[in-house]
């Protein structure tokens, strides 16, 4: 989840929303790459949208996700077990 501020109420919604249509919430994070090693593409394209240049970009470059997790972790911890059980199954 990006974190935009009232991110509480956010997820207040989309756990009302997932209730209602009697699915359960499954955390997902802000994916901008789907390996590691497209990181420096990423980068790369990040830089061309922003008209920056690499050693400029600094926090406009992909984060690593582990603040996101947590604040997950911290205010809906069984979205995130849910996430990791569909990753297992998937593999």
Known sequence: MLY????????AQMKETARRA???????????????????L????????EK???DRAGRLLAA???AS????RKWHASSVT???RSRKRCA
């Open 64 to 66: 690593n996700a582990s």
């Open 22 to 40: 009697q699915v359960p919430l499954l955390a997902v994070n802000d994916v901008h790459f789907h390996h590691p090693d497209r990181r420096t």
């Open 52 to 54: 920056t240049t690499i």
């Open 4 to 11: 935009r501020g009232g991110d509480r109420a956010r997820l």
């Open 69 to 72: 997790s947590s604040r997950l």
């Open 42 to 49: 990423a980068d790369v394209l990040t830089c061309i949208r």
């Open 82 to 84: 849910r996430r990791r």
